[in-house]
């Protein structure tokens, strides 16, 4: 151990111990002795509260450390899922846990949530085990992912309702979301981030864990890009002076009411991103440019486009075949 003289007069000690590094400090200098004394007793003291550490203190600790980050929304999550954990989980020593305990709280949570909501719940459980039971080995059985094809709204859709909405607060959201924003980056942009025909996207309106709106930087660094909108919207943007005023959850309330008074297939503002990657793709775009403009990281959304585009063609094929074979039986 080394013995260090700060700028304060004060005096140092530090010990590296598990891969975490701990401090002492005394007003005047220790003695080798003094030192090794003093440190003895501060590990012991960790010791003695991760020893004596549940779940629950464990994930708060977990939290607390992650805070400054990890987006606002993921904050979020992780204290609605400490929340929703049961308390039998959360008073077990963190050192005392179980690959069953795991599963038996999964088996609990799984009786009234969805198969997402369980599966981000037991991702959370094994990170913060993952961080204080680096040795655990967790193997818990989650529910099956229910395979679901979620409806991508049709060119008709989207002009209906963009017709509906002409004129309105809401116009401006939904032609933009058309063209690949999510609703945190419509919500976020001012007119300082229209230049010209080109929309500069660098930040996101979102929920903190304290249930406030606020801004922060983009969901992720693909997702800070530019995009390239019609002179005639840009130019609406600026005589209106402003892009979007409103709380986010009003555009999705809005686009709900629209859908069933016109009624057309309900889905999620989210589906026109999947609507504008689908329709690039028809137009034969690059995948990687759709990403880019899109703000994707990954290819998970152009597999499901392509799976669209598939499901489509099968249900074609098959009315095809039965058309062949009535025409057989019954002309």
Known sequence: MKIEKRPSGTYRVRKMYKRQMYTVTFDHKPTQKEAMLAMADE????????????????????IGAKRNVLSPTTIRGYNSALKTISMRFQDINIHDITALDIQTEVNHLAKDHNTKTVRNYH???????????????????????????PYIPSDDD???????????????????????????????LTLEDLDGDIIRINK???????????????KTTSSTREIVIPVEIADKIR???YIYKGYPNSITVYLGKAEEKLGIPHFPLHKLR???????SSLNIPEADIMKMGGWETDYVMKGVYRHSMLEKEENAKREAAEKLRNTLFS
């Open 204 to 218: 996101a309106k979102v929920l903190n864990e304290d249930a406030k709106w606020v801004e922060k930087t983009t």
């Open 123 to 149: 991702g959370f459980i094994s990170a913060v085990l993952g961080t204080f039971c680096p040795n655990l080995k967790i193997c818990t059985t989650l529910p099956q992912k229910v395979k679901n094809e």
């Open 43 to 62: 590990l012991q003291k960790v010791q003695k509260k991760h020893d004596s550490m549940n779940f629950k203190a464990a994930a708060e600790e977990y």
């Open 274 to 280: 999947h609507y504008f990657a689908s329709k690039m």
């Open 158 to 188: 989207v002009k209906r309702v963009l017709e509906y909405a002409k004129g309105t607060e809401y116009e401006i959201p939904l032609i933009l979301a058309c063209y690949g924003l999510r609703r945190s980056e419509i919500c976020a």
């Open 239 to 241: 005589e209106k002076g």
